[in-house]
């Protein structure tokens, strides 16, 4: 699969009118290709009002794990289904860490997401202590069994995001990300996904000095990148290098 993903989380970053904005700069100057998906991934008010526009693709930051009901605050996928995204974000060690999400309560949100044909984006991986402790690859194995569990093998995207790099400045290296790239590999195929019904995506520390050297990685078909989106020319400029 030759298709490198540029996938910007933006977390709880940008109004609407931002939102926008942001766009038409990066559109200016954007060279749409066949080999790069570039998906924005604003809050899910900005995607309520953007509508469409050629040569990117919008995904949600988040799901609920139920259908409907009372649950205040919370969007359902047929809120999303009706913005016409591709793609939704589930798991991100944010919604773990904060919101206390079980890998039971993802596996309903993978669910639900791939009976309205939204491809999921997967976030795993492993603390700083789970790594010193050499089990992150048993951690990361363990996340993907759990949160796929009893569903049919269809398009997803995994990232992996080792929990000690998001937002800290750290990045894995080129050995971590190849390694566990490979373990993802052999686990997905093990559950029974062919090698072109799934991406792996490397997120943490994303930036235009380390984009290069990541890209080397076994088996990577691109990033989820944080920080280093929320600036347009500066999101352009990775995705050039």
């Known amino acids: 699969m030759n298709k490198i993903f540029y996938i910007a989380n933006w977390k709880m970053n ?3 009118i931002e939102s926008k904005s942001f766009i038409e700069t990066f559109l200016s100057s954007y060279q749409k ?10 809050s899910v008010i900005a995607l309520s009002k953007l509508g469409n526009f ?3 693709s919008f995904g949600a930051q988040n799901v609920n794990e139920q259908k409907s009901g009372a649950y205040t605050g919370e969007i359902s996928v047929d809120m999303l289904k009706e913005l016409n995204i591709k793609y939704c974000i589930v798991g991100h060690s944010e919604r773990r860490s904060l919101y206390k999400e079980t890998d039971n309560a993802i596996n309903d949100k ?3 997401l791939t009976e309205a044909n ?5 976030c795993i991986g492993e603390t700083w202590e789970q790594k010193q402790d050499a089990i992150g690859e048993e951690i990361v194995s363990n996340q993907l069994r759990s949160c796929l569990d009893g569903l049919e093998a269809c398009e997803i995207v995994i ?8 937002g800290t400045g750290l990045s894995a290296s080129l050995e971590d990300v190849s390694c ?3 373990v993802i590999k052999k686990q997905m195929n093990k559950l029974g ?3 072109d019904q799934f991406y792996i995506l490397y997120g943490g520390s994303v930036n235009i000095n380390n984009v290069n050297a990541l890209k080397k990685a076994k088996y990577i078909n691109g990033f989820l990148i944080g920080g280093a989106s929320l600036d347009a020319d500066n999101f352009l400029e990775l995705i050039k290098k």
């Open 110 to 112: 993978i669910k639900l």
């Open 14 to 16: 940008k109004t609407a």
């Open 159 to 166: 990232a992996y995001e080792p929990i000690w790099a998001i």
């Open 193 to 195: 996904y062919m090698d």
């Open 180 to 182: 566990m790239n490979t």
């Open 54 to 56: 050629e040569g990117i």
């Open 33 to 42: 290709s066949e080999d790069k998906d570039v998906v924005l991934c604003p």
């Open 118 to 122: 939204i491809t999921p984006i997967l």
